[in-house]
């Protein structure tokens, strides 16, 4: 099993910045990759950014490109998503996953096992 917890949402205003964090408890000796997601009110929870954990390969969804940057620290089983010039479109939960097994795939929800609850992250014009 693996625990994972979400924080650093919050309220910005466009143009600001803001890092969230995951980190990850039980067997994450066995992670495999982590990810992050999103979902705005009346919207599909949609792909953000992905990391290998061991290689630290990232994938990033075309609309935060240039703006966001996830990494990780493996001695605290923590990924974190660094969140620049952020947009009011980018308002929505965000939630950090985890998968434990190699998946052909980064960008879908059934690539992911393990799910956090998720952090709000509010950009105002």
């Known amino acids: 099993q693996v625990q994972l917890v979400e924080s650093g949402g919050g309220l910005v205003q466009a143009g600001g910045s803001l890092r969230l964090s995951c980190a990850a408890s039980?067997?994450?000796?066995?992670?495999?990759?982590m990810a992050w997601f999103r979902q705005a009110p009346g919207k599909e929870r949609e792909f953000v950014a992905a990391?290998?954990?061991?290689?630290?390969?990232?994938y990033y969804a075309d609309s935060v490109k240039g703006r966001f940057t996830i990494s990780r620290d493996n001695a605290k089983n923590t990924v974190y998503l660094q969140m620049n010039s952020l947009k009011p479109e980018d308002t929505a939960v965000y939630r950090c996953?985890?998968?434990?097994?190699?998946?052909?795939?980064?960008?879908?929800?059934?690539?992911?096992?393990?799910w956090g609850r998720g952090t709000q992250v509010t950009v105002s014009s």
């Open positions: 996953a985890a998968r434990t097994y190699y998946s052909g795939g980064y960008s879908s929800l059934v690539d992911y096992n393990y």
């Open positions: 039980g067997r994450t000796f066995s992670t495999y990759a």
């Open positions: 990391i290998r954990w061991s290689s630290s390969t990232t």
